[in-house]
């Protein structure tokens, strides 16, 4: 017996980094068909098929295609943190042309998460309680810059941080989800307002 065990914890760890591999798979296929068909048109088949997968084995991972919502909002969360915590040499103390700098390439960053970022708002705005599921905060995002304002000591306390990241935040949720509308804005004007703006929150201590 005991010589079995050995060669059964391979063979545990092999399954589960097929299984791993599995949900990546299916997690890529469900981004190109909600990019090509939107959340609304995507089905369960469609995903399974872009995958080379059957429907049995997307419902090993996952009960819904919404289930699969949450996966991208971690992973943009994710990539979006790294750019608030470079904010930290830039606040203080606060450089305007420096603030400007980062908005504009945050902006032009933005196509980096937009796949996985669209199917979750087309998805959160047509269901108010899916909504509060993918996004506790009252304003997305904004407790990933409150995390970059601590870390640079910005803020009396926790709350006094939580609501300088939010009317910093606000104008760039606004842009992001005017840019999943697909909508046109100038990225300058928008960085030269929204330093401005953050200017005033940053000096104000």
């Known amino acids: 017996m005991t010589e079995a065990e050995p060669s059964g914890a391979p063979r545990s760890n092999l399954r589960d980094v097929q299984r791993e591999t599995t949900r990546a798979l299916l997690i890529e296929a469900a981004v190109r068909v909600f990019a090509r068909d939107g959340y609304a048109g995507a089905t369960v088949n469609a995903i399974s098929a872009e995958a080379g997968a059957s429907r049995a084995t997307f419902y090993l991972h996952f009960r819904t295609k919404a289930d699969v919502l949450p996966e991208l909002v971690a992973r943009s969360g994710h990539r979006l943190l790294g750019r608030y915590l470079d904010l930290g040499p830039l606040i203080d103390p606060p450089d305007r042309a420096a603030l400007e700098g980062w908005v504009r390439e945050s902006i032009r960053r933005w196509p980096e998460i937009e796949d996985d970022m669209r199917p979750v708002y087309e998805a959160a705005d047509a269901d108010p309680e899916l909504f509060g599921r993918l996004f506790p905060?009252?304003?997305?995002?904004?407790?990933?810059?409150?995390?970059?304002?601590?870390?640079?000591?910005?803020?009396?306390?926790?709350?006094?941080?939580a609501m300088r990241a939010a009317v910093m935040h606000a104008p760039m949720y606004y842009l992001l989800r005017r840019r999943l509308r697909r909508e046109q804005f100038d990225p300058d004007r928008a960085a030269v307002a929204i330093a401005a703006a953050w200017m005033g929150v940053l000096r104000d201590r």
């Open 137 to 161: 905060d009252d304003l997305p995002g904004s407790a990933n810059l409150a995390e970059a304002l601590g870390a640079a000591g910005i803020g009396v306390d926790a709350e006094d941080t």
